[in-house]
């Protein structure tokens, strides 16, 4: 390997208590709050086609005009204790809230910038009233925090200059104070989600990010950072020279699902998803395909399959309010997860090989295998071939608890029989209690009769 002072200080998995805890989150919930939702994704009767928490770099949005945002920001109505209502009944286990997106305006307030809560109408500190609530709930608060910050005068995309350096040694020890104070506002706070950190500046700051992080875990111990803070020496991010990860869990699945396992690389990690195409903060018209709940939970089920979790990302309206379609996904997803949750809660990679009714999920420590089914086949019939290391002992329809019939196949696979004459409307979850049993010879063809 390649001698590395600031690359990955660890391979393999985290495996302590907070680590095992976000392993088995399954569902969760981002949340884009901010100026930019006072725009909803237009701006003086034209719609903006990117990300509409973007708009401020938008060619029709001059800066001046954006950055004074900050005097209208006034959501009287605000509820936090709604807004964690909404996702326990969901079933999320964990939030991850934007603190400082990339513009620079603060919903905490921090005392090193101005450009806070604090300057605006509503003054009161919206990130104290959100991890209250969402911990009250029994919800775990992720911290989301820009990096590149649009607003700051020492903000540098690259460091070309002696200037540009000194600046941004300036804008480095902002950065450390401004997570400092989040951290000890805010000692709920489970871990803290970095981005906005591509650009050169950040890229050639590898010592800084990694004494950044240790630095971190020292306030916070247990603290989980994903892989998108660090960069090592050589401005490599995410995955290390030697191609280790940097972080606690891969943080590189932003609006994509892996196919395979062996897309994840044995790493924990999660996936973060916009109901439209693309889009985090509120916009009045959402981008492209809005997905429906039943393509939500089929994201969750196949997340979890490959041994990670889901975010589903919410963009509440300037005051406060979520959109109709993100409270009707909320409570269906909610609805399924209430009768479902078992398959999807501290679950992992099964290991068996897929088909094409669905996925399986295997639960953590415990002999149990759970299929969940979006495509009944004609037949009624669903193949299973389970892994050499079991054998399967008896299939349930987890809702209803009715013993299913398996009919011995070749080559250790097995048919399970679905209920003559029951029609299934919606995504629907198979128990599978298996038993361990030695590796056995692969099991040749029947003798011929
Ligand atoms: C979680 C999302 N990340 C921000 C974003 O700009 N993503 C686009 C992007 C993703 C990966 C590399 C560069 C740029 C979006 O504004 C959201 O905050």
Not at 13 to 23: I, L, S
Request: hydrophobic fraction near 35%; aromatic fraction near 14%.
């Amino acid at each position: 390997p390649i001698p590395l002072q600031h690359g990955a200080h660890r391979t393999g998995k985290r495996m302590d208590a907070d680590m095992a805890k976000w392993r088995g989150y399954g569902l969760g919930q981002f949340i884009h709050w901010g100026l930019y939702s006072i725009l909803e994704g237009k701006y003086k009767g034209k719609y903006y086609n990117g990300a509409a928490e973007w708009i401020r770099s938008w060619k029709e949005v001059p800066n001046a005009e954006y950055d004074v945002l900050n005097k209208q920001f006034n959501p009287a109505t605000f509820n936090a204790t709604a807004w964690a209502k909404m996702a326990k009944q969901m079933g999320v286990k964990y939030l991850t809230f934007t603190t400082k997106h990339h513009d620079g305006f603060c919903l905490w307030p921090s005392k090193y910038t101005d450009y806070t809560i604090e300057s605006s109408p509503y003054k009161k500190d919206i990130v104290k009233e959100v991890v209250d609530a969402y911990t009250k709930e029994g919800i775990d608060v992720y911290l989301y925090f820009s990096i590149m910050d649009w607003h700051h005068p020492d903000w540098r995309y690259d460091l070309k200059t002696k200037e540009d350096s000194i600046a941004f040694d300036r804008f480095k020890l902002f950065t450390k104070n401004q997570l400092t104070e989040l951290l000890q506002r805010y000692p709920q706070t489970k871990g803290l989600w970095f981005d906005g950190t591509w650009d050169n500046s950040w890229k050639k700051s590898g010592a800084f990010t990694d004494s950044l992080e240790q630095y971190l875990k020292s306030l916070v111990p247990g603290l989980i950072i994903g892989s998108r803070l660090r960069a090592d020496e050589k401005g490599n991010r995410h995955v290390d020279a030697n191609g280790v990860l940097m972080g606690d869990y891969e943080q590189g699945w932003e609006r994509k699902i892996p196919k395979t396992y062996a897309d994840v690389h044995g790493n924990d990690w999660d996936c973060v998803m916009t109901i439209p195409e693309n889009g985090w903060g509120y916009a009045e018209k959402w981008m492209g395909h809005w997905k429906t709940t039943n393509e939500l939970i089929e994201m969750t089920a196949q997340c979890v399959s490959l041994g990670g979790n889901f975010v589903v990302n919410f963009g509440p309206k300037a005051d406060g309010s979520f959109r109709k379609e993100e409270i009707a996904n909320a409570k269906e997803i909610g609805e399924w997860m209430k009768i479902n949750s078992d398959a999807i809660y501290n679950c992992e990679y099964a290991g068996w090989e897929k088909q094409d009714w669905g996925y399986y999920t295997k639960k953590r420590g415990e002999d149990k295998v759970y299929m969940i089914v979006f495509n009944v086949p004609l037949s009624g019939s669903l193949k299973i071939k389970p892994s050499a290391n079991y054998v399967v002992e008896k299939a349930t329809l987890l809702e209803g608890k009715q013993q299913l019939s398996t009919e011995k196949l070749d080559y250790g696979a097995s048919f399970i029989q679905l209920p003559k004459g029951k029609t299934f409307v919606k995504p629907f979850v198979i128990v599978l209690d298996i038993k361990p049993v030695k590796q056995q010879e692969e099991a040749g063809p029947k003798a011929k009769t």
